[in-house]
């Protein structure tokens, strides 16, 4: 792991190398879409995806580009069911649905509570809910929601990385303990837990960015996470393109993200997925990312390890 005298990553420190954020209507979502995702019964279903507009969350973490898309003030009580009211009309139907916020749906300044109520009456024709929180932000709050709702709720929590000195330079605020008690907590109330896992977060080189994304998925599968979600780190939030920079990050390369899949899916420890947008980034070679892309699709949705393409670029891919 590289050592980085010359930084001291806190708040200010990330904030300061941001750049602007794009504009936002808190009337309206800032993005929605419709994936297909291996649901916990074993189906290939459609689950909408409707990426909410609010207030920005109020952590710092050294990787995260969410900020862009949130207001500097919270929204008013009523544009979040709003927002999911009008992607509802834009959307198809179908059976689950990510309410994704940018940061932690239990933070009354980014979704008042007074919300909740038509958020879960908007919703209830869905079989599953999956909303995000940080760690910290999990408490009775998630149960007075999981109460109104009539689909089954699912909270995804950001793990990010189990290599303890990377976790405290991510400036997540958060410890290992916090996250195993915000799950032991959902497990403990029946609510459902899945897990992002960073592949290659800052200061690891390609074989340590490996190993500690195995390692995470081994810890979040023991603490009682249902589903974990791999994403190789990218730069673009100005902190990261600064330790690029530095040469203290470079993006994992897509070899690595199907070895972590192929692990993943190895455990049978629950579902395991690798988040797929936009991977030609995480390539050297125009001549394998299509099928390689293709292929980590396709073991998302079957959970099965495929074959992995036989290319020329496998000799300089060096771990
Ligand atoms: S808690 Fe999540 S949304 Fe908030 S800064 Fe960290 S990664 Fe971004
Ligand atoms: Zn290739």
Redesign the pocket.
Known sequence: MSENPDLFINDQWVMSNRGRKNSVDPQKPYAYLVEKERSISGEIEDTAIIFLTNRE?P???L??D??KNTTNESVPVGAIPNQIEWALNHLPDVKHLKLYN???FFDGRAIPQEDFKRIASMVSSFETVIVES?PRQINEKCLIFRDMLKPDLQIAL?LETVHPDVLKRLN?QMTLEDFSSSISYLTLHGILSRAFILLKPPFLSESEGIYWAERSLDFAFRIGVECCTVIPVRAGNGAMDLLFEKGYFTPPDIHSLEKVLEYGIGLNSGRVFVDVWDLGMFSICNKCIDKRTNRLIEMNLNQKISVPAKCTCDSYYAQ
Do not use: I
């Open positions: 969350c952590f710092r973490c990787m995260c969410l900020w940018s940061g932690s940080h950001g997540k």
